[in-house]
């Protein structure tokens, strides 16, 4: 199939293109998934990898807590709400 059929198809018939394209993309989303815990192919900014900060927040929590300490503040960026 062309890239031009293709493309006929998802305009004019989207769950059929739906049907034709959920393999693939189905072998690319398991792709990178493997792919996540290469450390050749992980980001900093991967959402599913916590950054170095996160990774220290989270184990003065786990410190405090296991301590009985009251636990640290857990500071958010704005994210612009």
Known sequence: MTPEEREG?????????????????????????AQRNNPL????????VPTPHERQARAEREAARAAG????PVYRSSGGW
Do not use: G
Request: charged residues 40%; aromatic residues 8%.
């Open 69 to 72: 300490d009251p636990e640290p």
């Open 9 to 33: 198809i998802k305009n004019s018939d989207p769950e059929r293109y739906e049907a034709l394209t959920r393999r693939e993309r189905e072998q690319q989303l398991a792709a990178a998934a």
């Open 41 to 48: 192919y992980v980001s900093e900014y991967d959402p599913c």
